[in-house]
């Protein structure tokens, strides 16, 4: 690349040309988007309406760099350290796995059908935290807490949530051994475990396999509801009667889930598709 002439146009030509290989065309325009916005400084309207906006050569350097990560699929989300989440932005870490659209629609949910305020909300599981600070930011006077068994997670979550001012108290606890004395009552328990059995890894894609944290992805063949059972544990004691409970879940795993929260006694249980027509979600009430 010419050290002497950059604009957004010729870095995009210049990633184009050397990652067009690695990512399909229309990926690959989204992920030069977010760099060009990244190294620029500029949002993506601006990017995108000013392809002869010059990029200083002191950036070609990081430029080159990036490349690089990116042909060898490092995420695009861990080189600008951040990810875009229910329209607002999350720092991600190495010690996070990067937000999903499906869990946008987890908490979309939640919010459509829980308007009455003050209501009392545990997130079990919360890694950046984005469904908790999104459910604290679009509902009415929520009292919202989040755990995590990672420090970093926690960590991170809670900068993002500074970050968004959006008031949310955290707690370190393991999900498999929990501390119930730690916990109060609540209206609500959402939760998006690990769900990806390890038979799956196959048609994982490298950039997560490769990169995202494995205890926050997979469970193994034998005991793939294990998280689920123990959330369901730790709800005999912390969601009240007649509280809404919400999990993510494997698609695979949907009957296998609706009746495990029929074995625990849970009303109402619904199985919901997301917006790619799978099976992503369901909602419970506890008897």
Known sequence: MNQVKLTVSSVRQYLRNNLSTYYPEKELEAIITIILSFI????????????????????WFKVNKICADLKNMVPVQYITGESEFYGIKMEVTENTIIPRPETEELVDLVIRENRKPRLKILDIGTGTGCITICLALNMQDVDITATDNSSEALLVAARNAKRNNASVSFINDDILNPDIHKY???DIVVCNPPYITESEKVSIDKNVLDYEPHNALFVPDNDALVYYRSVLEICRQVLISGGHLYFEINENKAMEMKNLLTDYGYLETEVINDINGKARITKSIKP
């Open 40 to 59: 620029s400084g500029k949002n993506r309207s601006f990017i995108l309406a000013h392809p002869d906006h010059s990029i200083s050569s002191f950036n």
């Open 184 to 186: 109060g009552k609540y």
